[in-house]
């Protein structure tokens, strides 16, 4: 089960952000103990935890000591180095247990039955519980003193505006990389769509367990939450096409060009599908994003009225004259 990144309500900002980061690297190291006796959960929710620890560092990045920072970016790109074919031979394994499903029978469900004993075969050779677990806890190594590192350069009058801001820019980011893979729909365009969706998803996750009262962050991150979940599907497929691509045909004991046009045009349908859906949620521009609406000020009342002015008597104007 994931860890969610959480920001404590109740404590100084900075303080939560520090405890929260630590958290995160604590949980990684969790998983990496965990790879030997389950090397697949382990590793995906291992990889989840540099993640999020990535999004909370982009997310405090102007608030954050510049050396610091980049001392700490760095060694959580270390610490998933060489993991992604761990990760991609076990991530497609329930793609093509799905696709199994809709192919009763016929020409593609035989394709896909010999893509499972390859890929089964290929996850024993290449990404056994051993190969996992040692890989895991040599990256591991490169989270050590991150923690101190982080709340010794985060600086202490950081602000919740400050990390709006950021959010903000975040979702521009995301918001133009739609953009690009509407325009070119090029599978690498599509990568990078995600890969920022998700980040906007955990920095969204984060931001809301510290504003728990804002429900419109909270329906933020359900939200790109369902987006990123939606993209990871269509990525995984992209994974897998990819795999077919690069196999061995002899190994693979399947026609690979006619599977792999079959799961492209499938991960096609599902891409167009993503953008289609994704209109109405970058229909928000961008200085309008996760900011809290203030109340309409109330109108001023307007003074008592005594009634229609009326004429004044020839007597009291006389008398106002004297």
Excluded at 68 to 84: F, K, S, V, W
Excluded at 270 to 286: C, I, N, Q, S, Y
């Amino acid at each position: 089960m994931q860890t969610e990144l959480r920001i404590a309500h109740d404590r100084p900002l900075s303080d939560a952000l520090a405890d929260a980061l630590a958290k995160m690297l604590d949980e990684a190291r969790s998983q990496a103990r965990r790879a030997v006796e389950s090397p697949g959960p382990a590793l995906h929710d291992y990889r989840r935890t540099i993640r999020r620890a990535q999004a909370l560092v982009a997310l405090t990045a102007p608030t954050c000591r510049k050396h610091q920072r980049e001392l700490i970016e760095d060694g959580l790109a270390h610490a998933t180095r060489r993991t992604r074919t761990l990760r991609d031979l076990d991530a497609v394994l329930p793609v093509l247990t799905k696709l199994e499903a809709q192919a009763a029978e016929g020409d593609e469900a035989q394709a896909l039955a010999a893509l499972r004993r390859y890929l089964e075969a290929a996850g024993e050779e290449l990404a056994g519980s051993e190969i996992c677990a040692w890989r895991l806890r040599k990256n591991v190594r490169s989270i050590a003193g991150l923690a101190e590192i982080f709340g010794a350069g985060l600086h202490g009058w950081v602000e919740l505006d400050m990390l709006r801001e950021t959010l903000r820019d975040q979702y521009r980011a995301t918001r133009d990389a739609w953009r690009r893979a509407c325009r070119t729909e090029k599978k690498g365009d599509l990568h990078l769509w995600r890969k920022r969706a998700r980040t906007l998803r955990y920095q969204l996750e984060a931001l809301s367990s510290r504003v728990p009262e804002d429900e419109s962050l909270a329906n933020l991150y359900a939200a790109f939450t369902a987006q990123t979940k939606a993209l990871g599907q269509i990525t995984d497929l992209l994974a897998l096409i990819s795999i077919v691509e690069d196999a061995d045909p002899e190994l693979l004991g399947t026609n690979a060009e006619r599977l792999a046009k079959w799961l492209d045009s499938l991960a096609d349908a599902r891409a167009a599908t993503a953008m289609v859906e994704a209109e109405e949620l970058f229909a928000v521009k961008p200085k309008s994003f996760a900011w809290p609406v203030e109340p309409a000020a109330e109108p001023t009342p307007e003074a008592p009225s005594d009634g229609p002015l009326t004429a004044v008597p020839d007597e009291l104007v006389q008398q106002t004259d004297d």
